[in-house]
T-cell receptor
Framework: RKEVEQDPGPFNVPEGATVAFNCTYS??????FFWYRQDCRKEPKLLMS???SGNEDGRFTAQLNRASQYISLLIRDSKLSDSATYLC??????????FGKGTMLLVSP | SAVISQKPSRDICQRGTSLTIQCQVD?????MFWYRQQPGQSLTLIAT?????????ESGFVIDKFPISRPNLTFSTLTVSNMSPEDSSIYLC???????????FGDGTRLSIL
């Protein structure tokens, strides 16, 4: 089983749609969790950290289910500018980040 | 968050040569890391750059191939030695203030080996 697994997509959605990405991780000792966004030919940028209680930042909502080792990202009211690859990232040790391969999102007019 | 600058932003090199990539941060950071992202792949950690001591390499990466320096808390270099076409990749440095904190990335060095 891969350490961090994501559906590669692409997810093609129209503007204004709601889209959800899922991610599973294999290391039950993982301590912290993040979603990063990577635009084509750019570096990854932190989108949000993911907390056990769930957290929301504007149109973005992240959820963590430790029992199922599952992380989700929900994007509401999709914008064209949301088109990117979304990376699920897990910190399994003091400093070791493990990246999923990413889910590509394409938002069309 | 910290401003992270990488140089060069891109290069095309001949096989057998070596290239040193620099990562400069505008503030002191505890942790600095070097990653590789091959075409169509996600990021793979090469090593953790330790200030004042040898870097900690991940499985599959060795010091002879990827020597790393970190002379202070704001600067690190990664050298890709004796390059081959398989080393063509994006190399990224990242920083974090604490081990469990999110990392922030430089804008990467796009390396092509002929």
């Amino acid at each position: 089983r891969k350490e961090v697994e994501q559906d590669p997509g692409p997810f093609n959605v129209p503007e204004g749609a709601t889209v959800a990405f899922n991610c599973t991780y294999s290391n039950s000792a993982s301590q912290s969790f993040f979603w990063y966004r990577q635009d084509c030919r750019k570096e990854p940028k932190l989108l949000m950290s993911v907390y056990s209680s769930g957290n929301e930042d504007g149109r973005f909502t992240a959820q963590l289910n430790r029992a199922s080792q599952y992380i989700s990202l929900l994007i509401r009211d999709s914008k064209l500018s949301d088109s990117a690859t979304y990376l699920c990232v897990v910190n399994s040790g003091y400093s070791t980040l493990t990246f999923g391969k990413g889910t590509m999102l394409l938002v069309s007019p | 968050s910290a401003v992270i600058s990488q140089k060069p932003s891109r290069d095309i090199c001949q096989r057998g040569t070596s290239l040193t990539i620099q990562c400069q941060v505008d503030s002191q950071v505890t942790m600095m890391f070097w990653y590789r992202q091959q075409p169509g792949q996600s990021l793979t950690l090469i090593a953790t750059a330790n200030q004042g001591s040898e870097a900690t390499y991940e499985s599959g990466f060795v010091i002879d191939k990827f020597p790393i320096s970190r002379p202070n808390l704001t600067f690190s270099t990664l050298t890709v030695s004796n390059m081959s076409p398989e080393d063509s990749s994006i190399y990224l440095c990242s920083v974090a203030h604490e081990g469990n904190q999110p990392q922030h990335f430089g804008d990467g060095t796009r390396l092509s080996i002929l």
